[in-house]
């Protein structure tokens, strides 16, 4: 079922506004309020004293005016009598910096006191709310990660760190051997001894940061199904979700296993934020959906999407008329069944003055609430239901957090790389899912592998019996390059393991810096390659790019190779478009 509706914070005006606003709500055709979100300290105004009765009254007038209610449990900021008797569950920076109190996203995943307060909050709200019907979900937290929080180096974290490598690796000689701590004699006589990696004049092993980030995602994950857990122990009936933010592929931790805990999958939609000069492009935009889509491969909500300009202290691009209305309908096309505008009216007090909504302070029904009212009448037109689709982009953790920890090139981006792919099928109308590297290839036609540079020899099987039976892989430089360890493969030529599958082993490489690139050609057609340069030496595949007037002689840039029914494309740059164009017009024949 589909509701559309607005983020309404009544504890931000008080209840004598609640009346004139639901009736304002639910003129603009709205069907359901989301509340709650940053409201502790109105649940909990002191520790353990638990307070429901002014939301049990804004439900009371909500289900009067026909209005569900997406219901939040309010632990992304915490209530002041908590930080001033617990001060240690802040997070701690890379600088040694414990956040103050004030922002929101102050704590860490890993405070067993945090975690404890949050969960009988969540408990206490499930509880008392578990028999009312006006309430159709939940969400739990806010924005996992957000402005950094997704990192912390503080006393829990330590100990909770050393729990885990206990855990994981058991021996600590096993540890030593598989992270080659012979080098700069860091060889660990015990786990006690491994700090988390802070900074340093050098770079850490890079073995103890990729660790160190699956770590931060089992933090991540630890810390969101407890709040679930604690909802579902009193509430069976009403789904839950979380709401994960924009750039959450950049984050220290993995939405798709985040997700797992979830019912469905909460998404805030920001095509433009604070201090942008102009909006992510319509592709751009589309790959952030089709990500979001990707981590339950269903369909999924937007709990807050553009309405008015935004930002804390920066600000910018205001959306044009109509043009947060389309990126609100466009993103009913990417699968998702319920819209949630942000915000119902923005407020003139605290961190978010500058966060506009429907209506602006001046408390007036203009534009944007006219346009809001459109939407919800062409939204409930529109048929519910996720795109299926042929083509996929596979996403791994490990491998983007390795690239995040040694980028190799100072113009390299994961996020932009993957945008860069997904827009060569955007422009011909092509649709694509994001996957995780766990879920099976076999109901795709093409999969793209970006910068795969860890891949496991279960996957390397899985890649190559999808190929055998008819599959079509598109690899990128850096593929197959690093073991599970993050750590370079002895005695194997480049992509170690895939020679047979890609048709060719990499004989030279280098990594091309800002301003930089090397000339490329294509049946005729020159181009540019950038971010990396690799030199391909072919092992039975065919060459479809080749580098020009290189120093290292005559090699292939691109290859492809035959594999069983299928084949596979090996891309040794990240190309320039006129060259991707032709790429993959090739690539997509068949679609």
Request: aromatic residues 14%; negative net charge.
């Amino acid at each position: 079922m589909r509701y559309l509706g607005v983020d309404y914070y009544p504890e931000q005006w008080g209840m004598e506004m609640v009346d004139e606003d639901l009736d304002n709500i639910k003129e603009l055709g709205a069907d359901l309020i989301r509340i709650g979100d940053f409201a502790w300290d109105r649940f909990e105004p002191e520790e353990g004293k638990y307070e429901f009765s002014f939301f049990d009254e804004v439900i009371e007038k909500a289900k009067k005016h026909g209005l569900k209610v997406m219901m939040c449990v309010p632990t992304a900021t915490m209530p002041a009598w908590l930080y001033h008797k617990y001060p240690e569950v802040m997070n701690v920076d890379e600088k040694g910096y414990a956040q103050p109190y004030g922002a929101r996203r102050g704590y860490c995943y890993n405070s067993e006191v945090y975690i404890q307060k949050a969960v009988a909050l969540a408990e206490q709200l499930a509880d008392h709310y578990k028999d009312e019907d006006a309430i159709v979900a939940w969400q739990v937290d806010n924005e996992l990660g957000h402005e950094g929080s997704d990192k912390c180096y503080c006393e829990n974290c330590q100990k909770s760190f050393t729990s885990y490598l206990k855990e994981k690796y058991k021996d600590i000689a096993e540890l030593n051997y598989r992270w080659g701590t012979s080098f700069w004699s860091q060889t660990y006589n015990d786990f006690e001894q491994i700090c988390v990696p802070w900074p340093g004049f050098t770079p850490q092993n890079p073995s103890l940061r990729l660790e160190y980030a699956r770590f931060r995602n089992e933090s991540a994950v630890r810390y969101i199904k407890a709040l679930v857990d604690a909802v579902k122990k009193h509430d069976h009936k009403h789904p839950v979700s979380h709401d994960f933010e924009g750039g959450i592929i950049n984050k220290n931790f993995s939405p798709f296993e985040v997700a797992k805990n979830l019912d469905f999958v909460s998404y805030n939609n920001y095509p433009v934020w604070g201090g942008q000069k102009e909006p992510l492009s319509d592709s751009d935009l589309s790959f952030s959906l089709a990500f979001a889509r990707g981590f339950k491969n269903e369909a999924f909500w937007v709990t807050e999407s553009i309405m008015g300009q935004q930002g804390h202290n920066d600000i910018g691009y205001a959306p044009k008329p109509n043009e947060a209305k389309k990126w609100a309908l466009d993103s009913l096309d990417e699968g998702v069944e319920s819209l949630i505008f942000f915000r119902y009216r923005g407020f003139t007090k605290g961190a978010e003055q500058f966060c506009f909504g429907i209506l602006d302070a001046d408390n007036e029904k203009r534009r944007k609430y006219y346009e809001t009212k459109a939407f919800f009448e062409e939204a409930r037109k529109k048929e519910v239901g996720c795109p299926k689709n042929d083509v996929c982009i596979v996403y791994d953790y490990d491998s983007k957090s390795s690239m995040a920890l040694q980028r190799q090139s100072n113009v390299f981006s994961y996020e932009k790389e993957c945008q860069k792919l997904y827009r060569q099928l955007y422009k011909r109308g092509i649709g694509c899912d994001v996957i995780d590297s766990s879920c099976d290839l076999n109901k795709y036609k093409i999969v793209l592998l970006p910068y795969m540079i860890i891949m496991s020899d279960d996957f390397k099987k899985k890649l190559k019996e999808y190929c055998f039976n008819g599959g079509i892989a598109v690899l990128t430089a850096r593929s197959a390059w690093k073991d599970k360890d993050n750590n370079l493969v002895f005695g194997k030529r480049l992509p170690v393991g895939l020679e047979d599958l890609c048709g060719c082993v990499i004989e030279e490489h280098e990594s091309l810096l800002d301003g930089q690139s090397s000339l490329c050609e294509m049946n005729g057609l020159e181009g540019r390659g950038f971010v990396f340069e690799e030199l391909l030496e072919l092992r039975g595949g065919t060459p479809l790019v080749m580098w020009k007037d290189n120093p290292f002689g005559d090699f292939a840039a691109a290859v492809r190779n035959d594999y069983g029914k299928g084949r596979a494309y090996y891309l040794g740059s990240s190309f320039e478009e006129a060259v991707l164009d032709r790429l993959f017009d090739e690539i997509l024949e068949e679609l």
